[in-house]
């Protein structure tokens, strides 16, 4: 069965400082994958995706994702992370064959980031 | 406007009652979730539907019930609310399968 893996619970980082969150999926095929954030009370943001192509993917905020088939990861990236960046993210993967119990999109359990002024 | 919208966004409910939580959308995607939020699980699949009249079980489906007679709502039914049942329960929308799924602002439900 698919699965999605963000080893970190929580972050801690600087403000101004860079920020990679891991995740980590488990599948055969190509996956569809997904960045997802999540602020206090709120509903969960699309960050950016990946389907296929170019392996380093642009989203919005300043953020990008890598993927590496290599290593069957999609890391989150940002340069320079700003106090509004905390909020708890979500790595998700759809998966080609579509069926079975767990519907179209697996996430991950999350990584909350939090920043230090 | 356009988005998809759950209702309401609190709820608090006693142990035996029957609850419904709304979702509508205006996209007219194709595909709708229902994903329950807890602590240390991330989010879980509860039920999907790929279209009207077409809905499925996901990796939760245990005391809940769906329907989906028009393709704009996907209301999720808690038969008998028991308290492992509190929780945030989002509602969700795509166009296609394995494109982005598009979120509610999620409904609080506590069982007492």
């Known amino acids: 069965a698919q699965s999605v893996t963000q080893p970190d619970i929580h972050i801690t980082v600087s403000e101004g400082a860079s920020l990679e969150l891991r995740c980590n999926y488990s599948y055969g095929a190509t996956p569809y994958l997904f960045w997802y954030v999540q602020s206090p009370g709120q509903g969960l943001q699309l960050l950016l995706k990946?389907?296929?192509?170019?392996?380093l993917v642009q989203g919005i905020k300043g953020f990008e994702a890598e993927f590496k088939r290599s290593q069957s990861s999609f890391n989150l990236r940002k340069p320079s992370v700003h106090w509004s960046d905390a909020a708890e993210y979500f790595c998700?993967?759809?998966?080609?064959?579509?069926?079975?119990?767990?519907?179209?999109?697996?996430f991950g359990k999350g990584t909350k980031l939090s920043v230090k002024p | 406007d356009a988005g998809i919208t759950q209702s309401p966004r609190y709820k608090i409910t006693e142990t035996g009652r029957q609850v419904t939580l709304m979702c509508h959308q205006t996209w007219s995607h194709s595909y709708m979730f229902w994903y329950r939020q807890d602590l240390g699980h991330g989010l879980r699949l509860i039920y999907y539907s790929a279209a009207a009249d077409i809905t499925d079980k996901g990796e939760v489906p245990d005391g809940y019930v769906v329907s989906r007679s028009k393709t704009e709502n996907f209301p999720l039914t808690l038969e008998s609310a028991t308290r492992s049942q509190t929780s945030v329960y989002f509602c969700?929308?795509?166009?296609?399968?394995?494109?982005?799924?598009?979120f509610g602002q999620g409904t609080r439900l506590t069982v007492v």
């Open positions: 969700a929308s795509s166009e296609g399968r394995n494109t982005e799924a598009f």
């Open positions: 998700a993967v759809g998966a080609l064959n579509y069926g079975g119990s767990q519907g179209n999109l697996i």
């Open positions: 990946y389907f296929s192509g170019d392996t």
